[in-house]
Structure formats: C-alpha cells, structure tokens
C-alpha cells in the first residue's frame, strides 16, 4: 500500500506543478491584460480632461474615491476637486452646444458647417466650416457666441460632404468587400475633417487604399489601425 500512496503522491505532484506552470500564468496573464487596459484608459481619461497623472496624486484620487461618487459616476477614481472640475468643463461644453445649435437653427451656416469636436482639457467646442478664408463666418459666430471656449476652425468638407462619402460606402460596401476592402471599421472623423478608415494591419489599409481610391478621392481618407472584433 506504501508504494501506492507514494504513486498517487507523485500523480499529485505533477499534475499541480503543472497546473502553475501552465494554467496559472495564462490565468494571471489574462489577468494583467484586463489590468493593463483598464489603466490604459483610466489614464487616457485624466489625459482627456487635463488631470494630474502623478503617482502620488492618482494614490490620493484612489484614497478620495472612496468616500464620492466619481467610480459610479465616471467609472474612474477622482478627487473631489476633480469631480468639480470636470463637471464644470462638461456642463461649459453642454452650454457651447446649446448655444451653437440655436445659432445654427436661426442662420445661413448650415451650408458650410463641418461639425464640432469636444475639448475636455479646457470645457470648450471647436466648430468647423468651410469657404472662411476670410474669416467671415467666424467673426459671425463670435459675434453671437463670444466665448474663448468657443474655438472656430477652416474646415476642406462639410459634414454633409463625408456623410454623403459614407453612405456610399455603405450602400457598396458588399461590392468593396469583393474587391478585396477588408476592414476594421469607418466613420467620420470630425477633428481631421476625413472619413477614417481603420484595419488591423498596415498591408490590409495599402489594399484597402487601392480598392476605395477607385471611386473616392484619396483626399476624403485617412487610414488608421484597429483591431478587428467578430460580432
């Protein structure tokens, strides 16, 4: 019976140091990888509103988070004092909005308007338009909103422009994909004033490249790398 005992021991033995070398690193790897990303946008949402990315400030944002409500509010630990700021800068952003939408309503801008972007960093709104060499439709907008968070920006399209650009890309997509257009994904990207174009490898975007500028100007995209997700 002593040797079988010693057998089943062994059995033991291997079977659990080869349990931790092989299924408890790949466990902890996944682990890191969550970790990892979740910091990676934790910091790229300090990045987006200005905050400090100090160590020692992100330890006294963790201490403060504890006690307000900025992980059920922003998924994200944050001082009080964050959580004000940020506050304020989205609800300076809501105001730019409202503002802009009303103005856009009661005048003649829809024809070159190019859309907006947020800036979190400062609570401001960046608007395009097109045909402003001179400044015109800017100093009509000023006029009306004059707020320094209010920024306008010469536009080459307008947001009806790309949006027509994309709807032919998605009534032909199928006729794309069978030329071999093999995609992440494409939108609108209003602060580069293009359609973005994304694919997981650079060799995918220079076929994908080849394929789209048959039919649309090379001039209305920009190509970027993303995964691809499998529905």
């Known amino acids: 019976m002593r040797w079988f005992a010693i057998l089943v021991a062994s059995v033991i033995g291997i079977f659990a140091a080869f349990f931790l070398t092989s299924f408890l690193p790949w466990s902890l790897s996944i682990h890191e990888t969550q970790k990892s990303a979740t910091d990676r946008s934790y910091m790229l949402f300090r990045e987006s509103f200005g905050l400090s990315q ?43 909005k409202s503002q802009m939408s009303k103005l856009m309503e009661q005048s003649d801008l829809q024809a ?3 859309g907006t ?15 402003d060499e001179a400044g015109t439709i ?8 004059p707020s320094e968070r209010l920024m ?30 093999s995609i ?23 076929r994908n490249k080849k394929v789209l500028s048959r039919y649309l100007s ?5 190509y970027g790398l993303m995964p691809r997700f499998s529905p």
């Open 138 to 145: 800017r100093n009509k907008v000023k006029l009306v909103i």
């Open 54 to 96: 100090d160590p020692a400030h992100l330890r006294l944002a963790q201490a403060e988070s504890k006690c307000n409500d900025s992980i059920d509010r922003y998924a994200v630990p944050m001082t009080s004092v964050e959580i004000r700021l940020v506050q304020a800068r989205q609800m300076s952003v809501q105001t730019l």
């Open 184 to 206: 992440s994904g494409y939108s609108i990207d209003v602060k580069l004033n293009r359609i973005e174009v994304t694919a997981p490898t650079e060799k995918e975007n220079e």
């Open 218 to 222: 090379e001039d209305y995209v920009v």
């Open 152 to 181: 306008v920006w010469q536009a080459d399209y307008t947001l009806a422009e790309l949006e027509a650009k994309v709807e032919w890309m998605n009534e032909h997509l199928d006729q794309l994909r069978e030329e071999g257009f």
């Open 117 to 131: 972007y947020v800036n979190n960093k400062i609570g401001g709104l960046h608007v395009g338009f097109v045909d």
């Open 112 to 114: 070159a308007y190019a």
